[in-house]
């Protein structure tokens, strides 16, 4: 039965076009302002502390440990909900991406075509080498075999506590941002911007890049220096991710 709740992205263009419709009918719908900034509150948790801290930071990179073991869980948690697949998936899918940067077995570099970029079409289990550890743990396990039947208990325990508008703005708008601040990042950072390092790959800084995305935008920093959980390397790049690292690291 696992096999049809695993994570992969063939749900994924399905998920972004619902999601992306949602964003674009309530804008002209307009709702009170609360809704957006609830939205906007999930994507700290979605985008910040799940994806860019957690995901990426601490289980790809592993450049710091959290101070409790819980936070790495529901950390994990908050990224899953993002819409963009597991843990499992997503330290796989950017284990190769630091392998192949912008060479053929780069998953998402802009300079393999934009297509590849804007429907990612990833296999997450890619490279098992690079996820021993999540595999053999339980909790990560289970949240990769189970990814879409997570995904529908989450939305269905919203739409039931507070009916259509918690469903929309606390589920699936989330999703939405999470999921086209992705692509943007995915496609800007080794596209458009400066270069601190002469790193082999074309990585790139993006001020607003860094802005819409907790400081993932300072990517040719990271490229350069990815054992890092600070991406500032200038006083002015600032890096949100880094100030809440501060906060939950041992
Ligand atoms: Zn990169
Ligand atoms: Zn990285």
């Given at each position: 039965?696992?096999?049809v709740?695993?994570?992969?992205t ?7 076009a ?18 957006w900034l609830?939205s906007?509150g999930?994507y700290f948790l979605?985008?910040c502390l ?5 995901f990426?930071r601490?289980?790809?990179?592993g450049?710091f440990k959290?101070?409790y ?15 963009t697949g597991?843990?499992i998936g ?7 991406h630091h ?8 998953p998402?570099?802009?300079?393999n075509?934009?297509?590849n ?6 296999d997450?289990?890619?490279n ?5 550890r999540?595999?053999t743990?339980?909790f990560?396990?289970a949240l990769h075999?189970?990814?879409y039947?997570?995904?529908l208990?989450w939305?269905?325990v919203l ?6 508008n918690?469903?929309?703005f606390v589920?699936?708008?989330p999703?939405g941002?999470q999921?086209w601040?992705s ?5 800007g ?6 270069r601190?390092?002469e790193?082999?790959e074309d990585s790139?800084?993006?001020w607003w890049?860094?802005a819409?995305?907790?400081?993932e ?9 990815p054992?890092?959980w600070n991406?500032q ?8 991710s880094?100030?809440v690292?501060?906060?939950?690291k041992a």
């Amino acid at each position: 039965m696992k096999d049809v709740f695993r994570a992969n992205t063939m749900y994924f263009p399905y998920i972004q076009a619902i999601a992306t419709a949602l964003i674009i009918y309530m804008l002209f719908a307009a709702p009170a302002a609360e809704w957006w900034l609830i939205s906007f509150g999930m994507y700290f948790l979605t985008g910040c502390l799940g994806i860019t801290i957690t995901f990426h930071r601490h289980l790809t990179h592993g450049s710091f440990k959290f101070r409790y073991k819980w936070m790495e869980y529901l950390f994990t948690f908050f990224g899953a909900i993002g819409g963009t697949g597991s843990s499992i998936g997503w330290v796989a899918v950017h284990n190769e991406h630091h392998k192949n940067s912008d060479a053929d077995g780069d998953p998402h570099s802009p300079h393999n075509g934009l297509w590849n970029v804007l429907i990612p079409k990833y296999d997450f289990e890619m490279n098992k080498w690079a996820v021993r550890r999540l595999i053999t743990n339980k909790f990560h396990l289970a949240l990769h075999n189970y990814y879409y039947l997570i995904l529908l208990v989450w939305l269905t325990v919203l739409y039931t506590i507070g009916g259509i508008n918690v469903l929309v703005f606390v589920g699936i708008i989330p999703m939405g941002i999470q999921i086209w601040t992705s692509v943007l990042s995915n496609y800007g950072n080794h596209m458009w911007g400066y270069r601190n390092y002469e790193t082999k790959e074309d990585s790139r800084n993006t001020w607003w890049l860094a802005a819409i995305t907790w400081g993932e935008g300072w990517h040719n920093n990271h490229h350069a220096k990815p054992g890092r959980w600070n991406f500032q390397h200038k006083w002015w790049e600032l890096d949100p991710s880094a100030w809440v690292i501060k906060l939950v690291k041992a």
